[in-house]
T-cell receptor, first 118, second 116 residues
């Protein structure tokens, strides 16, 4: 079964609203989680590294105020797309590594969340 | 900076035949890991195989093998005895173990279609 769960799997919202996507590690602790964005038929682009108890590290070109990331516990990271617009419509995927295994730990991916902004 | 390149946007293979998906990478770090993932139309990311930069032997996992040529900086995925269920997007990815975040960077992907 899935060890990293994302919710919601699909969300449709109106332009201008904010949408929160949750990423949970189900049976392990993850001090670090990663958020990716994938446009149709394209690759996964790393948006940010989510660090438990501290600020996220954003990749170049990703708007920090647009994509708010909170990693308040060892099993939960949230991505909030603020004031969403149609160009934010995409597939968002999170991943997490079991902190107990350090670098050798396998990276687990969530099922992804498809956001459609009308 | 790390870079992953997959030059084959799409590939066809006949069922039961073998296919090689190309991947080249660029990094100045001596310690790194190379990964292959499969993404079916459902969107989930399925881990296939891993190769460490210091591994002496090529990684194998069932029908998947990784042809690791360090000097050429290539890490091609070989799928033997293709099955219809192998039709999917395949992504090569790498992480530098020198970067404390261990973030994973992906290539552009190759769409594989297995013909019956």
């Amino acid at each position: 079964g899935a060890v990293v769960s994302q919710h919601p799997s699909r969300v449709i919202c109106k332009s201008g609203t904010s949408v929160k996507i949750e990423c949970r590690s189900l049976d392990f602790q993850a001090t670090t989680m990663f958020w990716y964005r994938q446009f149709p038929k394209q690759s996964l682009m790393l948006m940010a590294t989510s660090n438990e108890g501290s600020k996220a590290t954003y990749e170049q070109g990703v708007e920090k105020d647009k994509f708010l990331i909170n990693h308040a516990s060892l099993t939960l990271s949230t991505l909030t797309v603020t004031s969403a617009h149609p160009e934010d419509s995409s597939f968002y995927i999170c991943s997490a590594r079991d902190s107990g295994w350090g670098a050798a730990g396998e990276l687990f991916f969530g099922e992804g969340s498809r956001l459609t902004v009308l | 900076a790390q870079k992953i390149t997959q030059t084959q946007p799409g590939m066809f293979v006949q069922e039961k035949e073998a296919v090689t998906l190309d991947c080249t990478y660029d990094t100045s770090d001596p310690s790194y890991g190379l990964f292959w993932y499969k993404q079916p139309s459902s969107g989930e990311m399925i881990f296939l195989i891993y190769q460490g930069s210091y591994d002496q032997q090529n990684a194998t996992e069932g029908r998947y093998s990784l042809n690791f040529q360090k000097a050429r900086k290539s890490a091609n995925l070989v799928i033997s005895a293709s099955q219809l269920g192998d039709s999917a997007m395949y992504f090569c990815a790498m992480t530098s173990w020198m970067d404390s975040s261990y973030k994973l960077i992906f290539g552009s992907g190759t769409r594989l279609l297995v013909r019956p």
